[in-house]
């Protein structure tokens, strides 16, 4: 029977969802490999919907704290001490402000980015997506191949929109890079990343403004909660030793 606990506020719920469970994972609460509450007993437990849990969990998968099976429950990560990563230090990026302020200039640019891609890109700017694409399915192993495919399809993009006002406005390739290869530390990761950027390909195929604004904007969305989540989970430690079994089944109860 897991304890009810209080109602998360509407307005950042599946961000707090997120971070509370991070934070039962990084106490030694849930072990490695071991599959966490199944989406009904967490969401009785948080008071969330299926949508906000899936969102939480999502983030969590960004950040590497959890492997999601496909029909099969949520799993903390085999090894998560070689997964968690600690908030980006390069460039710019050096402090949580700094941190949201890119990632909020970076879903409005890229969003309009790609709206005007889809209007003016040639046959020749899109045979090197459809490449890039390509090279990516091939590179879903391989993270730091995967992560340099990953942001030249979107420096492509961005050259594409044909606007060199806008392009030198979003020129900070370390900053990106970093973040970009965060996000795809699991496999997990970049196989999400690889579907995103073939429905934002088929939008430029359709020469669709609209559908490629809204395919790149749920691409980076997605990526901005799980850039939120690293934020507020970058200074938890995970604990190393199993939890005695009669404390870790106390915590199972979502006590405070």
């Known amino acids: 029977m897991v304890k009810r606990i209080d109602p998360i506020s509407r307005s950042t719920l599946s961000g707090q969802v997120a971070?509370?469970?991070?934070?039962?994972?990084?106490?030694?609460?849930?072990?490695p490999?071991?599959?966490?509450?199944?989406?009904?007993?967490?969401?009785k437990a948080l008071d969330v919907g299926r949508s906000s849990l899936r969102e939480?969990?999502?983030?969590?998968?960004?950040i590497g704290l959890i492997r999601v099976r496909a029909g099969g429950g949520s799993y903390v990560a085999e090894r998560p001490s070689a997964h968690f990563i600690s908030r980006p230090n390069s460039g710019a990026l050096t402090?949580?402000?700094?941190?949201?302020?890119?990632?909020?200039?970076r879903v409005f640019l890229e969003t309009e980015f790609a709206g005007l891609c889809a209007e003016r890109i040639t046959p020749e700017e899109l045979t090197e997506l459809e490449l890039l694409v390509e090279r990516m399915k091939t590179s879903v192993h391989n993270v730091d191949a995967f992560a340099k495919l990953d942001l030249s399809f979107h420096l492509a993009t961005a050259a594409a929109?044909?606007?060199?006002?806008?392009?030198?406005?979003?020129?900070?390739?370390?900053?990106?890079?970093?973040?970009?290869?965060?996000?795809?530390?699991?496999?997990?990761?970049?196989?999400?990343?690889?579907?995103?950027?073939?429905?934002?390909?088929?939008?430029?195929r359709q020469r669709n403004p609209a559908k490629a604004r809204e395919?790149?904007?749920?691409?980076?969305?997605?990526?901005?909660?799980?850039?939120?989540?690293?934020?507020?989970?970058?200074?938890?430690?995970?604990?190393?030793?199993?939890?005695?079994?009669?404390?870790?089944?106390?915590?199972?109860?979502?006590?405070p």
């Open 19 to 31: 971070k509370r469970l991070a934070a039962r994972i990084t106490s030694g609460e849930w072990q």
């Open 33 to 43: 490999g071991e599959r966490l509450p199944s989406e009904a007993e967490l969401c």
């Open 56 to 62: 939480a969990l999502a983030s969590l998968t960004f």
């Open 95 to 105: 402090n949580q402000k700094s941190l949201t302020d890119f990632i909020e200039a």
């Open 161 to 204: 929109a044909k606007n060199e006002v806008l392009n030198n406005l979003s020129n900070m390739r370390e900053q990106a890079m970093e973040l970009i290869t965060k996000s795809l530390l699991l496999e997990e990761g970049m196989e999400d990343a690889l579907r995103c950027h073939l429905k934002i390909l088929e939008s430029f």
């Open 215 to 255: 395919a790149m904007r749920h691409h980076l969305q997605s990526f901005r909660r799980g850039c939120d989540v690293l934020v507020a989970t970058s200074s938890m430690t995970i604990a190393k030793d199993p939890v005695p079994q009669a404390a870790s089944q106390q915590k199972r109860n979502f006590g």
